[in-house]
């Protein structure tokens, strides 16, 4: 494993030192993201000497090589979002958000326009753009509802299986927007469409700066959210085999797709008054339910809805609980309704 520069390695620290109970403890522990960079509707094109970067993580690069390929070490149980500084003739874009789980994010695949295509699309959907930085003068979301047969492949194989979407979703947006515009089986964008097509594109061409979950349905398909962060002058691409990717009966999404938050620590209050207190690191909108039990019987429950950065969910201790061990369970929900679960082991001080 190499060595992390001194920003990953500090956030790896904390998140060693944050870990639930029955994780790890003095290691900076760690995975890996990796995938290809590519231009956007030539996927023989590989996109060499870019450097891919982590928004959250100043600092931290890799550069692709002549295949396009790339990996980064990135703290584990983190939110993390890779972007590709291309060289002249493409265009920056985002993935989405990821946050890490314990396993290694592959294909994280960076679809980037050359300057062709990023000129066409931005005339055709009449992007606003910021004439002092040639960026769009708010934000863009891009994703394709993608086949399940393109996911867990070599690239090869996913490209040998273009087109690879999934005609006939739809998408929404958590908090809302106006809706976004589907391509047509000719990877245009085309208003008149109400779903995807064979292609499976789906672009968003005015976005306010934010964070939102992309949910995308299906009479007959289910698909995994994702998230999106966006800031002025950012295009968002979540693009495949991640973003809107299809589910297959009976799967549940990866990790790395759902609940941008994790627990960051706990800490007890003591006084007439006991409090267990969460501290809370979200990069969206989640809903926390936290339940402390002793020995099996409920002593204390918070139900919250806590917003993007740091926050702290208080649970009451009830009087009659007593001193000693207790069991703190946290549930944490995004806005699609997926779930992550963790437990930590408290001790509760006599009153």
Partial sequence: MRKLPPAV?????????AAPAGAGAGTADTVTISGRAYTFNHMSDYIEGATIK???????????????????????DSNVTPYIDPPDGWNEIDLQTFHTRGEDIENANFQTPADLEYNALAAILSVPIDEATGRPAQCVIVTTASARNV??????????RTPHGVPGATSEELPALEGPVYFNEHVIPDRTKTETSEDGGIIWSVVPAGTYRIVTTSPSTRFASFLATCRDG??????????????????????????????????IRSGERRKVVVGIESGEATRVNAVLRKQGRRIGHARVDVGTGAGKVRVPVRRRAGMGRARLSVRLRDAAGDRVTSHHRVVLPPR
């Fill in 9 to 17: 390695a500090l956030i790896a620290a904390l998140a060693a030192l």
């Fill in 54 to 76: 982590v928004r959250e993580i100043p600092g931290l690069g890799a550069t692709t090589d002549a295949s396009g390929d790339y990996t980064l070490e990135v703290p584990d």
């Fill in 151 to 160: 996911r867990g492949v070599d690239y090869e194989t996913f490209h040998e």
């Fill in 234 to 267: 950012r295009i968002v691409n979540a693009n495949p085999p991640w973003g809107a990717y299809e589910l297959a009966a009976g799967e549940q999404p990866l990790g790395a797709s759902v609940v941008a938050a994790s627990v960051a620590g706990t800490k």
